[in-house]
């Protein structure tokens, strides 16, 4: 398993853009999927981007797609979702995982190594 550490969460209004990250420190990080989730007061835990860390292939969800965007530092271990045009409904707590299989998935029991979510607030 690996550490996950997020940060960069806050309180914007619409429309702003808003960078998260997630320090990722273990071995073999060539071999892990990162994925970002979000859960909003109430609701489940949605599945929001993901990326393959040796390839950089990514899956994002239909609410997000063309408006935020993962992308991975490797000197710095990081992976990132810049959000752009944010929305009232994008505020939530913003989790990053990862898991070590051959493909990316968007369930979230798939992943077994959680951060701590860092909170996103998008007042309208």
């Known amino acids: 398993q690996v550490r996950l550490v997020e940060s960069g969460g806050g309180l914007v209004q619409a429309g702003d853009s808003l960078r998260l990250s997630c320090l990722v420190s273990?071995?073999?990080?060539?071999?892990?999927?990162v994925a970002w989730f979000r859960r909003a007061p109430g609701k489940q835990r949605d599945f929001v981007a993901a990326?393959?860390?040796?390839?950089?292939?990514?899956l994002y969800a239909n609410s997000v797609k063309g408006r935020f965007t993962i992308s991975r530092d490797d000197a710095k271990t990081t992976v990132y979702l810049q959000m752009n045009s944010l929305k009232s409904e994008d505020t939530a707590r913003y989790y990053c995982?990862?898991?070590?299989?051959?493909?990316?998935?968007?369930?979230?029991?798939?992943?077994?190594?959680w951060g701590q979510g860092t909170q996103v607030t998008v007042s309208s």
């Open positions: 273990g071995r073999g990080l060539v071999n892990y999927n």
């Open positions: 995982a990862a898991n070590r299989l051959e493909v990316v998935v968007i369930g979230d029991f798939e992943y077994d190594s």
């Open positions: 990326i393959k860390w040796n390839d950089g292939s990514t």
